[in-house]
């Protein structure tokens, strides 16, 4: 199951914003694709009927992709890049969410080239410590 997902991208590791640009880029491509691939929408849906196959699913795919993406906020509130108060776990449902929503609940909705920058930089305006 692991083998048919494409590899998770290399993180330079130089700043949260870029790894974050980079997971949700990877999540933007695979929703594309699954939009045109008559493989995946037949592998989904077996899925979603066999709770055995989606449990496993989550737990190898999904849930390996969410630590990749709390580890990069970890380290970003550690580097002084995001507010230490920000709950991370809630921040990254909030980062992932948007290319969700536009790839399950509106599949017809657009995923411009520049989707994981704008989604990026629009939260992490908000959420960058003060400076005084």
């Given amino acids: 199951m692991r083998a048919a997902e494409p590899p ?3 993180l330079p590791g130089t700043s949260m914003r870029d790894d ?5 880029e990877s999540l933007r491509r695979r929703g594309l694709a699954g939009r045109t691939s008559a493989i995946l929408h037949h592998v989904r849906a077996q899925m979603k ?3 055995n196959l989606w449990a496993a699913y989550h737990e190898m795919v999904i849930q390996p992709r969410r ?3 709390l580890e990069v906020l970890r380290r970003g509130r550690e580097n002084g890049e995001l507010r230490a108060d920000v709950d991370i776990e809630l921040l990254n449902d909030i980062v992932v969410g948007p290319v969700l929503v ?4 509106r599949p017809d909705s657009d995923l411009p080239d520049d989707l994981a920058e704008q989604i990026v930089d629009t939260l992490l305006q908000g959420l960058r410590p003060v400076r005084e």
């Fill in 49 to 51: 009927s066999s709770p």
């Fill in 67 to 69: 630590l990749l993406g």
């Fill in 8 to 10: 998770d991208p290399e």
């Fill in 20 to 24: 974050l640009v980079i997971l949700l």
């Fill in 102 to 105: 536009r790839t399950v609940l």
